[in-house]
């Protein structure tokens, strides 16, 4: 296969960037996406070019660590799958590819298509957990969960904080990755003392890491690579409504 | 150096108990004084951080990934093991400690393993109560399966996700700790050296990867817990970033690295499908219990698979091992697929794969059947291969997976610098030659959660531990001979990129020192190893500077540590003379082509220690003796 | 945990207003839209100029309508405060950029759609609610809308505007259950439902001008 890869550059987070072209021969259809990606690079070292910068760690699809726009689309042209999980079979013989970095104001550019993903983890820190110290927990079995509750949350926190929700959304609002850790501890039993606390505390480092607010397109459902619930998102909405009014 | 391991006196049930009593305690009001450097944000990095803080220390947490819920650890599938006995089948801490220790191979420590299964209830515990969504029964409790071949149900499960929900659990005690103050968070950080005043672990170096500082961290006392080492063989499950660079520079300052040859390979892996291939992708070995192993009965038999007759295929497993067959242990059925590979019956492109058929059960049992217990399995295996296993069947190939070496502990969990802890799978001590499944979740969180909380503090409480700044000239030192490093790296300008250094020591390493070795191999191997490191050293190619993001220069360090680490993991190889766990020798194998032990001989812990460059490592030996579990010879015919 | 927010000043306070009030306002179109049927009543008018003089006198009415007005103003407000907070979210815009894939046309144009339909509105009150309201002239109720509504141009432009306020509700109405948390409760009544605020209504008040220049054309 032949592809033209219309590639997002930047210096840094400060310098302007833009969209460099390269031509990739060689491509096979088992390859995935990444490994043209380091095939290319590959190319680029061995001439002196600084190699093209991409996170990506565990190439399965669930650490999270990848994040690119691929086409105009988070993660990609597959639904349910990261962008470590494409392959190039999916796309055309001679196709051209445009990868970007995710962009949102929350997000800076590190380098090239490498972003800053922290305001996620400030956002975990300013209530995403249950706050229980090692040692002192009492036996597993004491407190039975029903088997639906168990599974709606563990459909929330199968998120893997790529940001795919930020980049979908046209407000580049992180919605959905607060509310699916809202909800995940929220629905189980043991999260019930802090959730009002919870819920209030992530909604309010949200806002202020600059994210914008959702208006209910729903593209991160669409787009997660996880495919979490907007159900979610009412479940947070309700939250805060109760937290403040009732 | 005499290795003291530290054991506590008294019976085995009662060692733990004993030494936590004898440990002394740092007084809570004194706790904040002494500032604990916890590097990687894995399980164990990121339960001992979390728990560290809790208890009033002043913790410093690091990794190099953007944010501490990244680390490898979320990748594991499986389950973690803890003996609770909740499915009424004979399970107990006993059971389990023997277990562990006979599928090590009798190459482990008996009181150390005993304590991981004492603990591992409690982590389940403490997960639970973390919000950890373990898989439940319709009467809401907690559901148990039996993993890897064991006979009880011990191994909890949350989906086929248990890694990412035990680290989210791990992350988010942390995030609590950050975000009270309690932990300061380094993100992007990569850990270069160990710095050593007064032998004494005082401090780190890192770099930072976002403008390439170099910055000196001193601390009263310094945890690893940075994994494995599996990607010195290139092609591992192992997440791209994973490196033994941390260890390694800790090694090179006195740290002991022990049993560096136990390496775990993984049998039922995807196999390799394009000469770029990056990495591999593991799938549960419960595909096992109902998937039919086989090769083509003739050379080079290139047709469809759904072509050949029965007559023609090979059930290898089950005609070498009638009563096990497909269920043999990972070592056995990773070693098996490679010799047929060898012997030229591999099926696929590259005849590097033997093929795992559900066709039987298929027609058995009907689609439905085989989809309810395996349809995320097949879907993983469509996503990567493009192709429909229900229809013609899967191939697989063995992979390097785990890593049961790594720095020398005692019971306390410090290596041989005083000061100095290690956890999770960069510390060597309970999985012995082979780990079980569902054990490296349990051993990461027990020794980050349960054990160092206590070891930690007997450390600083009984050690006099003067006032270190990190302006002391020992980091300078350090600083200096890191930029030395990697100036020297920037200027070789030669023609060849990092990677292509790393997958030839891959194909080294997985041809000489993988599932099957032997001395001429191995002797071979340290040939090629240093001939290949000096043309590294000579002609790799680096672009861009040290000032900035620069990938590629994070990866000729760790490449530049994998090309030393490889020939460590090979002498330790040659010289352990005998066949045991996932450590197979040729050359001692018995009549039935298993693995021979030699207890004799080789009944010990292989700690080497490093005399410098140039020079060979000096081996010192941990007797290991076994008072509670016999040794026996594995049979699974 | 000593971070909180208010309510209003929120990203999700705002949403949670814009629902209120939009809801608030779908209320309205109800109301508005079932006297409004009274047009089609072949009287030849009556009924309607009754009802429009009853509503212009009411004083029950003229304080609703002053609540009315403050919720167009809110619900408008906030509309546009929120898409300023929103474009401040990303600065650099994505070279390629193909959200038809992953949300409806409908969902994205809520500003425009909306502002259409404001100043629709403003026509609107302008050629009906200001004459009727302060009985400046001299033709019937019933004459003023017969009249107004014979020009095709208008017509035109009446339609074009109904379908936007269509678009708008095909968004708003499930979204404003969304921002308060009960969507998934009640997905599919509430998908029923918002047939009527989608399709119905804004197709009644369509048929209202289309009524009266293709069929009462010539009277």
Not at chain 2, 65 to 83: D, L, M, V, W
Not at chain 2, 274 to 297: A, F
Not at chain 3, 65 to 79: D, K, P, R, Y
Request: hydrophobic letters at 40%; charged letters at 20%.
């Amino acid at each position: 296969m032949h592809i033209t890869l219309n590639i997002w550059r930047q210096k840094d987070r400060n310098s302007q960037g833009g969209l460099v072209t390269y031509e990739l021969s060689d491509v096979t259809p088992d390859m995935s996406l990444l490994e043209a990606l380091d095939l290319l690079n590959l190319g680029l070292v061995r001439t002196g070019v600084d190699a093209i910068a991409f996170d990506n760690d565990c190439r399965e699809g669930i650490c999270g660590t990848c994040c690119l726009q691929i086409n105009g689309r988070p993660h990609g042209p597959l639904k349910g799958v990261a962008a470590c999980q494409i392959y190039m079979r999916s796309f055309e013989d001679n196709a051209t590819i445009i990868i970007e970095p995710f962009r949102a104001k929350a997000f800076p550019i590190v380098k090239d298509l490498v972003i800053d993903r922290s305001a996620f983890d400030r956002i975990i820190q300013a209530g995403g957990f249950i706050s229980v110290k090692t040692g002192g927990a009492p036996d597993g079995n004491t407190l039975p969960i029903s088997k639906h509750t168990l599974e709606t949350a563990f459909d929330a926190a199968a998120c893997i904080g790529c940001g795919a929700c930020v980049a979908a959304c046209k407000n580049a609002s992180a919605m959905l990755f607060v509310a699916a850790k809202v909800a995940h501890l929220g629905r189980l039993p043991q999260g019930q003392p802090e959730r009002k606390q919870r819920a209030l505390g992530m909604v309010a480092q949200m806002d202020s890491e600059g994210f914008g607010a959702c208006s209910n397109t729903y593209a991160c459902q669409y787009e997660c690579p996880k495919q979490i619930s907007v159900d979610n998102i009412a479940f947070l909405n309700s939250e805060i409504l109760r937290a403040k009014i009732f | 150096m005499e290795l003291d391991s530290r054991i506590p006196e008294g019976p085995l049930e009662k060692k733990w108990d004993s030494s936590r009593f004898n440990m002394k305690l740092v007084n809570p009001a004194n706790r904040l004084k002494y500032h604990i450097i916890v590097v990687g944000t894995g399980l164990a990095g990121s339960a001992a951080a979390a728990s560290l803080a809790e208890l009033g220390y002043n913790v410093t947490s690091l990794c190099y990934h953007e944010s501490p819920r990244r680390a490898h650890s979320i990748a594991a599938q499986g389950g973690i093991n803890a003996p609770k006995n909740y499915a009424n089948d004979g399970d107990s801490i006993y059971r389990l400690f023997y277990d562990t220790i006979k599928g090590g191979d009798y190459r482990s420590r008996e009181a150390n393993v005993y304590r991981l299964a004492q603990v591992s209830g409690s982590i389940i515990d403490q997960c639970v109560a973390q919000g950890v969504p373990f898989a439940r029964e319709y009467g809401g409790l907690l559901e148990t399966r039996s993993f890897g071949g064991t006979q009880v149900s011990r191994t909890f499960f949350a989906r086929g996700q248990t890694g990412q929900q035990l680290l989210l659990g791990a992350y988010q005690s942390l995030s609590r700790q950050i975000g009270l103050g309690a932990v300061k968070f380094l993100g992007r950080r990569e850990m270069l050296d160990l710095v050593v005043i007064d032998g004494q672990a005082r401090g780190i170096v890192v770099r930072n990867l976002i403008n390439g500082n170099l910055e000196s961290i001193a601390g009263d006392a310094v945890i690893l817990a940075t994994g494995g080492y599996s990607n010195v063989f290139f092609l591992s499950t192992n997440a791209r970033q994973c490196n033994a660079s941390a260890i390694w520079r800790a090694y090179k300052r006195g740290a002991f690295f022990a049993n560096p040859c136990f390496t775990q390979i993984h049998p039922t892996c995807i196999p390799v499908s394009s000469e770029h291939q990056s990495k591999l992708t593991l799938m549960s070995e419960s595909l096992r219990n109902d998937g039919r192993i086989w090769v083509p009965k003739a050379v080079g038999d290139k047709r469809d698979p759904n072509q050949i007759p029965e007559n023609e295929r090979d059930y290898y497993l089950e005609r070498l091992y009638p009563s096990f067959g497909n269920l043999v242990p990972r070592d056995v059925a990773s070693r098996r697929a490679k010799e047929m590979c060898d012997k030229g019956y591999g099926v696929g492109a590259t005849s590097m794969a033997v093929y795992l058929d559900f066709r039987d059960n298929i027609k058995r049992h009907g689609k439905p059947w085989v989809a309810e217990k395996y349809a995320n399995l097949f879907e993983m295996y469509q996503e990567i291969t493009g192709e429909n296993a229900y229809e013609a069947p899967m191939r697989i190939y063995p992979a390097a997976h785990y890593t049961m070496g790594g720095l020398w502990i005692d019971y306390n969990m410090m290596s041989t610098i005083p000061g100095l802890f290690v956890l999770g799978e960069a510390n060597f001590s309970d999985h012995g030659a082979n780990r079980l499944g569902a054990s490296a979740l349990m051993q990461g969180l027990a020794d980050g959660y349960f054990i160092i909380p206590y070891t930690l503090s007997d450390y600083l409480a009984s050690n006099k531990i003067k006032a270190v700044a990190n302006s002391h000239s020992a980091f300078k030192d350090s600083e200096q001979s890191i930029a030395s490093m990697i100036k020297k790296l920037l200027s070789i300008s030669g023609n060849r990129a990092v990677e292509e250094f790393h997958k030839e020591l891959g194909d080294i390493m997985c041809q000489h020192c993988g599932m099957a070795r032997n001395a001429e191999g191995l002797k071979k191997a340290l040939e090629l190893i240093p001939a290949l490191r000096e043309r590294f050293w000579s002609s790799v190619r680096i672009p861009g500077s040290s000032e900035d993001f620069n990938q590629e220069l994070e990866k000729a360090q760790q490449v530049a540590d994998f090309l030393e680490l490889g020939q460590l993991i090979v002498e330790d190889a040659l010289q352990r003379e005998e066949s045991c766990g996932s450590h197979f020798r040729e050359e001692f194998e018995t009549e039935d082509g298993e693995a021979k032990r030699d207890d004799d001989r080789f009944s010990h812990v292989a700690a080497w220690e490093f005399q410098g460059h140039g020079k060979s490592p000096m081996l010192h030996k941990e007797h290991l003796s076994f008072e509670y579990a016999k040794p026996s010879q594995r049979s699974y015919k | 945990m000593a971070k909180t927010i208010s309510l209003y000043g929120s990203s999700i306070g705002q949403k949670i207003v814009s629902a209120f009030t939009g809801l608030f306002l779908c209320g309205f179109l109800v109301i508005h839209v079932s006297g409004n049927l009274l047009l089609f009543k072949n009287d030849g008018g009556v009924s309607f100029d009754h009802y429009a003089g009853a509503l212009s006198s009411s004083v029950l009415i003229r304080s609703i309508e002053i609540l009315l007005f403050a919720g167009f103003a809110i619900h408008i407000f906030w509309g546009i405060r929120g898409w300023i907070f929103n474009r401040r979210a990303r600065p650099k815009n994505y070279a390629e950029y193909n959200p038809s894939e992953s949300s409806s046309l409908f969902s994205r144009i809520m500003l425009l759609s909306g502002s259409i339909v404001l100043f629709f509105l403003v026509v609107h009150l302008k050629n009906f609610w200001v004459p009727i309201r302060f009985g400046a002239q001299d033709l019937s109720d019933y004459d003023l809308v017969r009249i107004a509504f014979q020009s095709p141009l208008y017509d035109f432009f009446y339609v074009f505007c109904l379908v936007l306020l269509a678009f708008h509700l095909r968004q708003g109405f499930q979204a404003a259950f969304q921002s308060v948390g009960l969507r998934s409760l009640w997905l599919k009544a509430i998908n029923m439902v918002a047939i009527i605020f989608w399709l119905l209504i804004p197709a009644a008040f369509a048929a209202m001008p289309l009524y009266f220049l293709l069929a009462k054309g010539g009277r």
